[in-house]
């Protein structure tokens, strides 16, 4: 476990309404795996607040830790939003489970709006070391400007043999020439997509109700249990 006192280096933009925090490593020996979390502490009127966040840097970008939000109307959030490089934070962790396995085997992603966080870590922690993991991420958003990370999900993806994204648009609106698929993940998709999914770990992250949901269709499917890692992001639903 590690724990240091650091400041924002970097806040970027990520689609209208997420945006990634960046704050650089000042403790030593600060160490986590890719899909894990850790706890944030930052001062809103005066006071210290904390929450905890997944990583959606990897270990394999050296220097900062790096963590993504939707922004939404509760005051831990709002105060983020305001949030200007150099302010204060303290940042300790890792904490989680939620990680790649240690031995290699065919994986798949299911994840929904800011639960392509810890997701972005593994995938750029694979590409980074090349690891020759089979992955399939299949990625739910309510539209198209909502995909957070896109271009550099396709980088990976074209970069990398053994990674395909699939994109999902679940709202009304959809561009006429959207190549993606449309609607919302369903036991029918996951087997249309990933048609070797019995032989999968599957990572489920995103909003409990979400979680919960392709849960149910992974069930469904005859996919057991102990196949299943999941992710929920309170907060959301």
Not at 45 to 53: D, K, P, Y
Not at 176 to 195: H, M, N, Q, S, Y
Not at 211 to 237: H, M, N, W
Request: hydrophobic share 40%; with cysteine.
């Amino acid at each position: 476990m590690w724990e240091f006192e650091t400041e924002c280096q970097e806040v970027i933009q990520r689609t209208p309404n997420i945006k990634s925090f960046r704050f650089p490593i000042r403790g030593k020996n600060v160490r986590y795996r890719p899909g894990q979390f850790f706890f944030f502490t930052i001062k809103i009127r005066g006071e210290e607040a904390l929450h905890h966040f997944s990583f959606s840097s990897s270990p394999t970008e050296e220097g900062y830790i790096e963590f993504t939000k939707r922004i939404t109307a509760s005051d831990f959030s709002q105060a983020l939003n305001v949030l200007r490089p150099g302010d204060w934070a303290r940042l300790r962790g890792p904490e989680g489970s939620f990680t790649l396995p240690a031995r290699l085997r065919p994986l798949a992603l299911l994840s929904g709006g800011i639960g392509i966080t810890p997701l972005r870590s593994m995938l750029r922690y694979i590409a980074d070391k090349d690891l020759p993991f089979e992955v399939v991420l299949l990625y739910s958003n309510n539209s198209v400007e909502d995909i957070a990370f896109r271009h550099e999900l396709d980088s990976i993806a074209g970069g990398h043999p053994g990674v395909r994204v699939e994109y999902v648009i679940s709202g009304p609106t959809v561009p006429g020439d959207w190549p993606g698929k449309r609607g919302f993940i369903t036991k029918d998709l996951v087997a249309e997509v990933i048609p070797d999914y019995m032989t999968r770990l599957f990572y489920i992250s995103g909003p409990p109700r979400m979680v919960i949901a392709l849960e149910e269709q992974l069930s469904a499917l005859g996919v057991p249990s102990a196949q299943l890692k999941r992710d929920s992001f309170t907060g959301y639903d």
